[in-house]
């Protein structure tokens, strides 16, 4: 070839995507025309059935009885071939009534933290007068599965486990049930796709630094005294009577003196949890660090604000204000 030859230029990006698998792309595919609901009623539209392996090999099994009782014309053969094969219809049958007509219900689910266990409570009913044994749930891909029997004119609830692993308003993910009742020759299920998404909150840092020091209040001046690590420098004897998350605990653990903050002293200073004071420069690890702050200052009862890009939360105590900072952070 010469130098001087045309060469071909390089594949455009688009066509260099990552291998996916032909099993995951045909489930994404299937998935992704699925309507999302929190109540799905199952019918012979969404209800699927298959054999398992033991279904396979008991086919195989009638099949070479079959042909055994055909080349040595046995009629005892005839009959537990026949016997055998009608047992397996009857229970494909059964197994996938077993499923079909339940009604499945999720309660929206609670915010959770990432990486921490978020269980999907859900709601089976049917309005059958039997029973449904043996039916199964999970999410799908996951082997960790959830089994209920539901009682006949009833309902049974159950838990999924679930562990989310990404902060912010995440979409529940795909849930699959099934059953293999009676015999387990027939696997029969079902896909559901959730609604309600879940509010997932940033991984709180586990060993996380001290509270930064308050900030002056407005007007405080010269009288202001100077709040670090989450402890108050003004602090006076204990007298009883005095709430137990203002003891400082860790001057006890280290001389045995039994102290209490001076709570005149926190009303010069605020203390402002910000984006741009955590010390870490991922995003991620400051969320996940302010996550921590929050918890820390919420369990001292303390009075806390939290700065954000684009969004400011004035100081303030209790479980309402936790769950706002914690929601800003979640959705920042």
């Known amino acids: 070839m010469s130098d001087n030859a045309p060469v071909d230029p390089p594949l455009a990006g688009p066509r260099w995507r990552p291998f996916v698998p032909v099993r995951q792309r045909m489930q994404q595919w299937f998935e992704s025309r699925l309507r999302r609901t929190d109540t799905l009623t199952l019918t012979q539209r969404n209800v699927y059935i298959l054999p398992t392996r033991p279904g396979f090999m008991l086919a195989l099994t009638l099949a070479v009885l079959l042909v055994g009782s055909i080349n040595y014309q046995l009629n005892l053969g005839y009959l537990l071939t026949f016997l055998l094969a009608g047992s397996a219809v009857v229970g494909m049958h059964v197994c996938h009534n077993n499923l079909r007509g339940l009604v499945l219900h999720m309660t929206p689910p609670a915010p959770a933290f990432a990486g921490t266990a978020s269980p999907l409570e859900l709601r089976l009913s049917s309005e059958r007068p039997g029973d449904r044994p043996a039916i199964g749930l999970a999410v799908v891909g996951s082997d960790r599965w959830a089994w209920v029997d539901v009682p006949g004119q009833g309902s049974a609830t159950v838990q999924v486990a679930f562990t989310p692993q990404r902060r912010g308003l995440q979409p529940v993910p795909t849930l699959t049930a099934e059953t293999r009742y009676p015999l387990g020759t027939f696997r029969v299920w079902t896909v559901w796709r959730p609604a309600s998404p879940i509010l997932v909150y940033p991984r709180a840092e586990l060993r996380p630094p001290p509270l930064p020091p308050g ?84 369990r001292l009862g303390q009075a806390y604000g939290l700065r954000l890009p684009g969004r400011e939360i004035r100081p303030d105590t209790g479980t309402a204000h936790r769950l706002r900072c914690l929601e800003a952070l979640a959705l920042c």
């Open 215 to 298: 900030e002056a209040r407005a007007g405080g001046g010269a009288a202001s005294r100077r709040q670090s690590s989450g402890e108050f420098d003004g602090v006076r004897a204990y007298q009883r009577g005095d709430p137990v998350k203002l003891v400082v605990w860790k001057k006890f653990a280290r001389s045995q003196e039994l102290v209490s903050r001076d709570q005149q002293a926190s009303q010069y200073h605020e203390l402002w949890l910000d984006f741009t004071g955590t010390g870490v420069s991922d995003i991620e690890a400051r969320l996940s660090r302010l996550c921590a702050w929050v918890l820390l200052a919420d």
